[in-house]
């Protein structure tokens, strides 16, 4: 069966500071990638989206950049957060555009 | 670009009883998907029920079943014998059967806190 991996699970980390967040899936391969942020009190929103490695697509024009360098891996990063970047991080993965997305355990990170 | 509109921010219903939670969109194309998410407080969302706007019949799993209603747009959750274990918060998702552009992503409404009462 498939699952997939969110890590770190909790992260705090100052205004200006880098970000790397990682999503790994397995029991599957050449998987669809996702990343969305939930901010408090509002919906999922798609960040980068991803069909195969080094191919990425931006939903959103922000801080956050997006990496797939292996083909069950998708990384999330910031060169320097933002007190907007503040959320809840959810990295889900589908066989393909048909498919359902399926979601991690997700990351809480909060920027001070 | 499509939008998903959940009207009710909270429900509540008893222990055993059914609810019903109500989903709208909005959409120019003719072939999409419809999904119900539940999103429980350890906040990992887990996928309840699909529906392919293709299909007449309502998609049921177990006690959850959809009332789909392609020309209204409308596209709500029925859950039958309300358990403790229900209690969360329910999104409604919307996806382009088209890929690309952005098609891929799921597009999701605000959300419905679901109170069980016991």
């Known amino acids: 069966s498939q699952t997939i991996h969110q890590w770190p699970a909790t992260l705090v980390q100052p205004v200006g500071s880098p970000l790397s967040l990682e999503c790994t899936v397995e029991?599957?391969?050449?998987?669809?990638l996702y990343w969305y942020r939930q901010a408090a009190g509002r919906g999922l929103q798609l960040l980068f989206y991803?069909?195969?490695?080094?191919?990425i697509s931006s939903e959103v024009p922000q801080n956050l950049s997006a990496s797939r360098p292996q083909d069950r891996q998708f990384i999330l990063s910031s060169k320097k957060l933002l007190l907007s970047d503040s959320g809840f991080y959810l990295c889900?993965?589908?066989?393909?555009?048909?498919?359902?997305?399926?979601f991690g355990p997700g990351t809480r990170l909060t920027v001070l | 670009a499509q939008t998903v509109t959940q009207s009710q921010p909270e429900m509540s219903v008893q222990e055993a009883e059914t609810v019903t939670l109500s989903c709208t969109y909005d959409t120019s194309e003719s072939d999409y998907y419809l999904f119900w998410y539940k999103q429980p407080p350890s906040r990992q969302m887990i996928l309840v029920i699909r529906?392919?706007?293709?299909?007449?019949q309502n998609a049921t799993e177990n006690r959850f079943s959809v009332n789909f209603q392609k020309a209204a747009k409308s596209f709500s959750l029925k859950i039958s014998d309300s358990q403790l274990g229900d209690a969360a918060m329910y999104f409604c998702a919307y996806r382009s059967a088209n890929s690309g552009g952005g098609a891929d992503g799921l597009t999701f409404g605000k959300g419905t806190h679901l109170i069980i009462q016991p």
């Open positions: 889900a993965w589908s066989r393909d555009f048909t498919d359902t997305q399926y």
């Open positions: 029991g599957t391969s050449n998987p669809n």
């Open positions: 529906q392919e706007a293709y299909k007449q």
């Open positions: 991803s069909v195969g490695i080094g191919q």
